[in-house]
């Protein structure tokens, strides 16, 4: 062989080996993470790690593999890529599909979109989306995985323009994907699932009958479609209830919320409130001002634990206007204060009407035969994480 010949080889050798995904090289399975439906807990009052942060970073400790794939309502995502760049590093891959709240806000739907400009941005895309969404529905290869995140959203114009379904022009663009897919392992990433399946743990259901399944032919099509292609999971969010069930032959992995603390509870409303109130005294602002303040930064949370603590004489949370609510949020601050068995009474009104969803992350390790999954999920309060599941996909 001519020494010329001996180089080109050299050096082609070398180019493939640069060309491959780092996970390939490593003597373990590839991984990721899944996390999701966190809203806007990380900034604000929310930069804690009682919210997002903490959850960053117990995926830390746990290992945050490859990358990270969120299942939407994770808006705005400036600000969460912001967060996931200081805890886990600037290169961590990051990928998400939009949920319904982050269809709410135009400037959410905008900052999306700026996440991957013209649809082949972000890194490892190999497939934009249909014309109308190709920013929110993208194909990605990393390493031995195949993933399709869907905008179901998109109504075949607009990628805000429905309330969640698999309409015929985002399952043609699905079948047109999985057809070309050669990877061995298969994901589809949407935010709503197939149908909504109880919590793993407190057997709570949300948004039965108002998922995929609100649109039943579609969401059958769509199955069949998974099912066709031999999917290895569909991942989604929005129920805030973690479960990992085989429907008639497909994987369905809802990875429930990653809050921190989802809704605060009575103990956690009156920490904070005292907080705010020991401010307010030394910068001369009176105990009821500094309710008030904090009542304004996210009044909606603290119309729940009203409510749960049935202050609200039954009128729900979602209706009860600001000015009586904050009237009950001081009478609530004064009473657990003031009340050891007024308080007592509220925690357990608040227990017995809520079981409140764990805080949780999945890890997914692409071992053969079977893919292994370990949820990690906290106390619902804030507390620590630890791995209380390990599944696997047979
Ligand atoms: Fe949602």
């Not at 050798?13 to 899944?34: D, E, R, T, W």
């Not at 959410?108 to 082949?120: A, S, T």
């Not at 032959?249 to 956690?268: K, L, M, N, S």
Request: charged content about 25%; some cysteine; glycine content about 6%.
């Amino acid at each position: 062989m001519k020494p010329l010949s001996k180089i080109v080889i050299f050096l082609l050798l070398i180019s493939a080996l640069f060309v491959q995904s780092p996970a390939q090289f490593a003597n373990k399975p590839q991984s990721f993470v899944i996390a999701n439906d966190w809203r806007f807990k990380t900034t604000g009052i929310y930069y804690s790690d009682k919210y997002l942060m903490g959850v960053l970073k117990a995926i830390d400790k746990a290992g945050k593999g490859d990358f990270m794939i969120s299942c939407g309502d994770v808006s705005p995502v400036d600000a969460s890529r912001e967060l996931i760049s200081e805890i886990l590093g600037k290169d961590y891959l990051w990928y998400t599909a939009p949920g319904n709240h982050d269809q709410e806000d135009t400037t959410y739907m905008r900052l999306f979109r700026n996440m991957n400009p013209d649809g082949g941005t972000l890194p490892h895309i190999v497939r934009k989306g249909p014309k109308g969404c190709e920013e929110t529905t993208y194909a990605i290869e990393i390493g031995d995985c195949h993933i399709a995140f869907l905008n179901i959203y998109f109504d075949g114009k607009s990628d805000i323009g429905t309330d969640g379904d698999i309409i015929p022009e985002l399952l043609e663009w699905l079948e047109e994907d999985l057809k070309n897919n050669r990877k061995p392992f298969t994901f589809v990433v949407a935010h709503e699932p197939i149908i909504a399946i109880p919590d793993m743990d407190n057997g709570r259901i949300r948004h039965q009958g108002d998922s995929l399944d609100k649109y039943y032919r579609n969401a059958l099509r769509f199955q069949k479609i998974l099912k066709k292609y031999s999917v290895t999971a569909y991942l989604n969010g929005h129920t805030h209830c973690t479960s990992i069930t085989k429907i008639n032959g497909v994987w369905q992995i809802d990875a429930g919320h990653a809050y921190g603390v989802d809704d605060p509870y009575p103990e956690f409303l009156f920490e904070e409130l005292s907080e705010c109130v020991a401010k307010g005294s030394t910068s001369g602002k009176s105990a009821e001002q500094m309710i008030a303040d904090y009542f304004y930064q996210d009044s909606y949370s603290v119309k729940k634990v009203l409510f749960y603590t049935n202050l609200t004489e039954g009128v729900s949370y979602k209706k009860i206007a600001d000015e009586p609510a904050l009237k009950l949020t001081i009478r609530f601050y004064n009473d657990f204060k003031g009340n050891l068995q007024l308080r007592q009474k509220y925690i357990d009104t608040f227990n017995q009407n809520l079981d409140v969803n764990q805080s949780t992350f999945l890890k997914i390790f692409l071992e053969k035969p079977a893919v292994k999954i370990e949820v990690y999920r906290n106390d619902s309060k804030g507390g620590p994480y630890r791995l209380m599941h390990t599944e696997f996909l047979k």
